[in-house]
């Protein structure tokens, strides 16, 4: 009996080593992307097969975008407050309204062609097919609101023929 | 007080000639209950077989199975390529899981439309 008993709990050390291993294995790569200083570049270095030096370049890219882009969404903001003053006073000056949307939508437009830009030089710093796989993923997933738009409309429809 | 020795036999006989006598004459009159026969052979049966636990019969088969080193090696494989697949799936579910998230955080990070700005 002492004999089963020691089979019976090899087996199932065995089982637990064997399952801890391959876990450890197969999530090392995420968690040293997240213990990363910057997990999502990682995550980027990894999913489109960057080298160390495109990655690096990348990297430099990233981080001068970034502060353009919050300036940009700062304009934005301080636009959409002088617009939402205009609209709460009691003669609501048209033409100036109209303006004001005219430079948000302005600001606006710039903001989405830095974020364009900046897709373009990353895809630029990558190997030409990855590249390319890049532009394409940024794209199902950035510059088309109106895409997002259209789909949730054709959703409400479908819905409502329902 | 040889006398007195020699009538107490004599006594025992007398009382076993009666009991033969009456034992001769006793006639059971009562009727058996029903199916008397099958439950007695069942009551015995029952006495012949040993009775054990569940616990001990489980025992017994361990101790009879895993004293085949066939079986051990056998059980202790199996153990370790099932460990090994949940390891390796979950590992894979996990790095999925992972991957979709630093997906969203970079996407929303680039874009600032996907966080509620501007």
Redesign the interface.
Known sequence: MKRAALILLVGLLVAVAGYCTLYYRGTREHRQMLESPAPELAWLKKEFRLGDAEFERIAKLHDGYLPRCAELCRRIAAKNSELQQLMTGTNVDAKAVEQKLKEAGELRVQCQQNMFNHFLEVSRQMPPEQGKRYLQWVHQRTLTPEHDMAQRHGEHQTMDHH | MAGGASRRPMNMKENQTQLERALQEWRVTTPLPARFQQQVWKRIERAEIPSISVVDAL?AW??M???RPAF?VA??TV??????A???V???H??AR??RQ??A???Q??????RG??
Request: hydrophobic residues 50%.
């Open positions: 025992r361990f101790t199975v895993f004293a051990a059980y202790v153990l370790l390529l099932t460990g090994l949940l390891g390796f979950q590992a894979g996990k790095a992972w991957d630093l997906e955080r970079y996407v990070l680039i874009d600032p439309y996907q700005q501007p």
